[in-house]
């Protein structure tokens, strides 16, 4: 281990992952015999649809895997762009989108591109760890906003602008959300956009959960302004978690800069995960994540069903990812100890609100529902036939 009194300041405002003690614990049990319901881990179980790995085979067999340009290969940047087109019905030329190494490394070179150290961030609280993290490793600085179950837990155009200052240079918002899977409306983006403009900063939209919504049709924020920046991802509605790629839209004009920093930071995004990607936007694949997406959508409802009648209460619904933030207030003042304790007791691994935020954490659980629908049953009958052991403290 390298001696800390070397390392910059700034490592000391760099917090880890909580989650990734529940997961340990989780590991522990399940290497003592347990049967652990992992509902903790923030990626769909599903693997990466056949046509994508198809496509990566044949690609590997076909092509000599060099570095693509900084900014992708243009084949994929035309293709990304072609399903704003079909999807939503927006105009994005494939010159203003960038592939990306994941969209981390998407929401690292718009932060980087936008803020200098000592200017303020906003962002909701509850949201993604990583924002706030990101945006102190810049030496800017991160202003949590509570965002409550009356605001669907989102940074909404009213709290932006009661929280905005003159230091302020950025919002980032997340629809929809994790850990809370709350979306914001079409209008919703407009206000906020309107917002950040009248300040003189910038919107940073995080749609990297964008396609995987169970209410209504998927959203984006470019329907209604070409001035923000995205992030989005083949991760999540894609299932390419670990193959490392995602996008950042960027307005007009801007795309030169980032290909500075791409060129700089990683040189090119993985170039096997690139020709993979087409096939994930071709009709083929698309057929398969909707079909997951239906699933994803049916195990929301059975929790949505289940949860309230054990005492878990969601204040705000969660109508895309794949989350429900839960209130558990009614059994303790400590969710991270409830937690541990629900682990121990049930087999079930839930996330504790701690990472998400300062606003009320010890009050919530997130659990995702990556899991089949008979195991999320099993997970909330085990809880529940638990929670029968302790006193409600309401
Ligand atoms: C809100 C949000 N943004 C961004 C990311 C980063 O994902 P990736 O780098 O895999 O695209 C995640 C991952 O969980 C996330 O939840």
Known sequence: MGDVRTLAARMAQIAPFEVMEVLDAARRLEASGRDVIHLEVGEPDFPTPAPVIRAAH??????????????????????I????????GVEVPAERIIVTSGSSAALVMALGAL???????????????????LVRYLGAEPV???????HAYQLTADLAAAAWGPTTRAAIAASPSNPTGTCLTRDQWSDLANVCRRGGGVLIADEIYQGLVYDGPAETVLAVADDVWVVNSFSKYFQMTGWRLGW????????????????????????????AALAALSD?????VEERRAELGRRRDVLLDELPKIGFAIRARPSGAFYIYCDVSAFTADSFAFAAWLLQETGVALTPGRDFGDAAPRQHLRIAYTQPTERLREAVHRIGNALELLPRRV
Request: proline residues 11%.
């Open 144 to 150: 949590l906003v509570p965002c409550g179950p009356e």
């Open 115 to 133: 803020v200098d150290p000592g200017d303020r961030v906003l962002m909701s609280d509850p949201g993604y760890p990583c924002n706030r993290n």
């Open 284 to 288: 083929e694949g698309l057929a398969v």
């Open 248 to 275: 950042l839209v960027v307005p007009e004009g801007a795309t030169r800069d980032i290909e500075k920093v791409a060129q700089n930071l990683y040189i090119s995004a993985p170039t096997p995960a690139q020709y």
């Open 58 to 79: 044949a690609a590997l067999d076909a092509h000599p895997m060099f570095y693509t340009s900084a900014v992708g290969m243009p084949e994929l940047r035309e293709a």
């Open 81 to 88: 762009a072609g399903w704003y087109g079909r999807a939503f």
